[in-house]
């Protein structure tokens, strides 16, 4: 079981973590203050995954910084479905 949930992790979460930093990088100028606030933790937590993952840091240190990144996360994404229901909310009043 935990092998299967590595391999979750690795070939199809992260990916799409990686894509939403690179979105979120490209369009940067776009996001919402609030939003643009988590940027360096969002991005720090899949850098140490990805440093995990190429074995290019000692597991002692992930080990420490993972959880902490976990709970700085939660509100980024409480962030993003909040701003995302304001968005629908809009495009269905027709504003």
């Not at 092998?3 to 919402?32: S, T």
């Not at 996360?73 to 809009?90: G, H, S, T, V, Y």
């Amino acid at each position: 079981m935990i092998d299967f949930h590595n391999q979750q992790v690795n070939e199809e979460l992260f990916p799409l973590y990686q894509k939403m930093l690179d979105i979120f990088k490209e369009n940067y100028f776009l996001a919402e203050e609030s939003t643009k606030n988590y940027y360096k933790i969002f991005m720090e937590y899949v850098e140490l995954w990805k440093r995990q993952t190429a074995k290019a840091a000692p597991w002692a240190l992930i080990e420490k910084r993972v959880p902490s990144a976990n709970d700085r996360l939660a509100p980024f994404f409480a962030d993003i479905q909040m701003r995302f229901q304001e968005l629908r909310k809009k495009v269905n009043s027709g504003e």
